[in-house]
């Protein structure tokens, strides 16, 4: 709550917010008190996709157990649940080559591969931001 509290606090002052893997949950479930509805409500965005944590979870299954099933549902359903349009949710295509979906003053990414596009992301806007 105190997390989800602060992201709210920047969306309201147009603050850059960002968000990498599991993160785009905590944009999920964070709810604008006059609308009742996700500060992501109709926004894109990314997130963990579902295809990236089947892979992580099918493969360490054996020795991990649910260990990669953090949550009950996957990230990328919860995330698109909350969403006015189900197709704002990007995948980037092709999971294995870097991606930030980038939406005003929203920077998001998938998982760890794409935290160096994220970070140069990030920096760019910062230093273009007045």
Do not use: M
Not at 56 to 67: C, D, S
Request: glycine content about 6%.
């Amino acid at each position: 709550k105190t997390l989800q509290k602060k992201v709210f606090e920047f969306f309201k002052l147009n603050k850059i917010v960002g968000s990498i893997c599991h993160g785009s949950i905590v944009l999920a479930r964070t709810i604008d008190p006059t609308t009742g509805k996700s500060i992501v409500f109709n926004r894109k965005l990314t997130g963990l996709t579902k295809f990236l944590e089947r892979i992580a979870y099918f493969i360490t299954f054996w020795k991990l157990g649910k260990y990669y099933r953090t949550y009950p549902a996957y990230v990328q359903d919860e995330v698109k649940d909350c969403l006015s349009n189900r197709g704002n949710f990007k995948t980037g295509g092709n999971q294995f080559k870097p991606y930030v979906c980038v939406d005003g003053n929203l920077i998001t990414a998938r998982w760890p591969k794409d935290a160096y596009l994220f970070a140069e992301t990030v920096i760019s806007k910062l230093e273009n931001k007045n």
